[in-house]
């Protein structure tokens, strides 16, 4: 294998493994997409806040999983990641997919958002079931459910 490797003394190489950054319009939607999820890691404080155990996750499916970022005062997160294609969950056996009590998820960020080239985003969940669409990742926040408010 080390053959096969450029040499890394060469200038050539050094040229050659330089960012182009035109590649940001030509690939905007995948540029965006990357911006939004390192900001999301950098500014919510769901995602900033992470401590020692604050974090459990669960498999969902063959090629689906759940991440859950317990945050203090209602900031915990849930990542819905599923790799496959679309999955419904009915009941959700996934205790982790429960929302705090007194709250619903909302979706905060959704890889379905059309600034990606997705199809739009659509709710995960109805009642008792969940729908995940398929190659899709999303990040839902708690919020106050209907009528708990005050």
């Known amino acids: 294998m080390q053959v096969r490797l450029p ?7 050094f040229v050659s493994s330089k960012l182009d950054l035109s590649e940001r319009q030509h690939h905007a939607e ?3 997409l990357h911006h939004d999820l390192l900001r ?6 769901g995602f900033r806040s992470q401590r020692p155990g604050g974090m459990d996750g669960a498999v969902l499916g063959p090629e689906s999983f759940v991440l859950c970022f317990f ?18 969950l009915a009941p959700a056996p996934e205790p982790l997919l429960a929302p705090p009590e007194g709250m619903d998820w909302t979706i905060l960020w959704s890889s379905e958002d059309p600034r990606y080239g997705g199809d ?25 459910r209907q009528g708990q408010e005050g």
Do not use: M
């Open 7 to 13: 040499d890394p003394a060469d200038s050539e190489t």
């Open 30 to 32: 995948i540029y965006a």
């Open 71 to 88: 945050g203090a005062h209602s900031d915990d997160r849930l990542l819905v990641v599923n790799l496959g294609s679309d999955l419904h």
């Open 120 to 144: 739009g985003v659509i709710p995960l969940e109805d009642e008792d079931n969940w729908h995940l669409p398929g190659h899709t990742a999303t990040v839902l926040r708690p919020h106050t």
């Open 40 to 45: 999301l890691r950098r500014i919510d404080p």
